[in-house]
């Protein structure tokens, strides 16, 4: 299994029970995934390094502390991770941002990589991939992939839903990922859906079906 850190904080679960209700608008749930996204931003950065800097405040000067958000880089697994993307870049608007293009083939649900862009540099950088849905692992576990070739500092993995089989699959090809979660539904159906879930989060969030 991998490492979770499941996100309990009430503010999280209640949006997150909007998101899944099937009458939820592609307004609405665009919205709530952007907010959701914010929220888990201050679990996933929460051991993020300070460093001080010297500044002057109306009455004095001082030491105060910052994060390096340059050093940070989200990686948006496309499509669905543009949502929680946006809602993290409110929360950290200096981080660095790479895209990975995958889909899933329908038939056998590997992960077909058809575009890959990171910052420069890799190797001075802590990576959090985000991705709504870990259900089979497939993406998840091809992007993180593809990621350590570049041998960043660090790499998590923050999603909205997973579920046992997609925590399984991540902790045994990444064992050194910690999977940032909202929820850990009951199971996977054959088709890679996450049970109960929410749907097709790329539908949802594009209003594509
Ligand atoms: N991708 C989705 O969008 N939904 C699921 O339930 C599983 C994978």
């Known amino acids: 299994m991998s490492q979770v850190h499941l996100i309990d904080h009430p503010l999280v679960q209640h949006k997150l029970t909007l998101m899944r209700k099937k ?109 709504p849905m870990l259900a089979t692992g497939n993406s998840a576990i091809a992007a993180v992939e593809r990621i350590k070739e570049l041998k960043p500092k660090s790499v998590k993995f923050v999603c909205l839903l997973t579920c046992p089989e997609g925590l399984k699959a991540m902790g045994d090809a990444h064992p050194d990922v910690p999977v940032y979660t909202a929820a850990i539904d009951r199971q996977l159906n054959d088709h890679g859906y996450i049970l109960p879930g929410l749907g097709d989060a790329g539908d949802r969030i594009f209003g594509t079906k």
């Open 23 to 131: 009458e939820a608008s592609t307004n609405s749930f665009r919205r709530l995934l952007g907010e959701l996204a914010s929220l888990m931003a201050y679990e996933v950065t929460r051991d993020t390094p300070l460093q001080d800097v010297e500044i002057e405040t109306p009455m004095e000067k001082m030491t105060a502390k910052v994060i390096d958000g340059k050093k940070l880089v989200f990686v948006s697994i496309l499509r669905a991770g543009t949502g929680i993307l946006d809602g993290m870049l409110n929360v950290v608007p200096g981080a660095r941002v790479g895209h990975i293009g995958l889909y899933r083939d329908p038939k056998t649900l590997v992960a077909v990589e058809y575009y890959f862009k990171m910052p420069q540099d890799m190797a001075e950088r802590d990576v959090i991939v985000v991705d």
